[in-house]
């Protein structure tokens, strides 16, 4: 079972369309990151929510922490083709990162 | 944001081999390092976490005496894959963690790994 959901796991769009991607779990995490990963290449970190329904925005990219912090999303506006790659969501669980199944981003132009 | 560099970035070995496979934080101390392992197009696995001067805690299903970890110093953890074989093919990320659990993991850009 895995502790923290994503979905969807693949998302296809066009340039200019807006999509939301979602972690959600049963669990209380301390915190919550995104990260960006490209293939052959290791993950790169976008944001870290820690407060219960905390909104942070990075550009076209709004990020949201549950109030209770078990879930949160990543919405991205106006997509554009170098947003496409494989967006991983991790809650803190103690020592350890505990990350989503991941969710593939295609945008095309 | 700080680095952390993982060497090499590729490495294809005969099955039998070992490889060792290092990571490195280059502008902090690493009191923690962390290995993960990724199948194409799925998540990060975490294999073990290692601790400076300590034994590694490894996941549980992930064999220690397969994959040798050890963390010398607070710049560098290596991980060995001891006699490896075509089902250890994989992509091998690390992290390391500057200071307690609130700090955040910097990932490495990855090792991967074919045995042929």
């Known amino acids: 079972t895995q502790l923290l959901e994503q979905s969807p796991q693949f998302l296809s769009i066009q340039e200019g369309e807006n999509l939301t991607v979602y972690c959600n779990s049963s669990?209380?995490?301390?915190?919550l990151q995104w990260y960006r990963q490209e293939p052959g290449e290791g993950p790169v970190l976008l944001v870290t929510?820690?407060?219960?329904?905390e909104v942070k925005k990075l550009k076209r990219l709004t990020f949201q922490f549950g109030d209770a912090r078990k879930d949160s999303s990543l919405h991205i506006t106006a997509a554009q083709p170098g947003d496409t790659g494989l967006y991983l969501c991790a809650g803190a669980r103690g020592n350890k990162l505990v990350f989503g199944a991941g969710t593939i981003l295609r945008v095309k132009s | 944001g700080a680095v952390v560099s993982q060497h090499p970035s590729w490495v294809i070995c005969k099955s039998g081999t070992s490889v060792k496979i290092e990571c490195r934080s280059l502008d902090f101390q690493a009191t923690t390092m962390f290995w993960y392992r990724q199948f194409p197009k799925q998540s990060l696995m975490l294999m073990a976490t290692s601790n400076e001067g300590s034994k590694a805690t490894y996941e549980q299903g992930v064999e220690k005496d397969k994959f040798l970890i050890n963390h010398a110093s607070l710049t560098l953890s290596t991980l060995t894959v001891t006699s490896a074989h075509p089902e250890d093919s994989s992509f091998y990320i690390c992290s390391a963690r500057e200071g307690g659990l609130a700090g955040e993991q910097f990932f490495g850009p990855g090792t991967r790994l074919t045995v042929l």
């Open positions: 929510v820690v407060t219960g329904g």
């Open positions: 669990s209380v995490f301390s915190s």
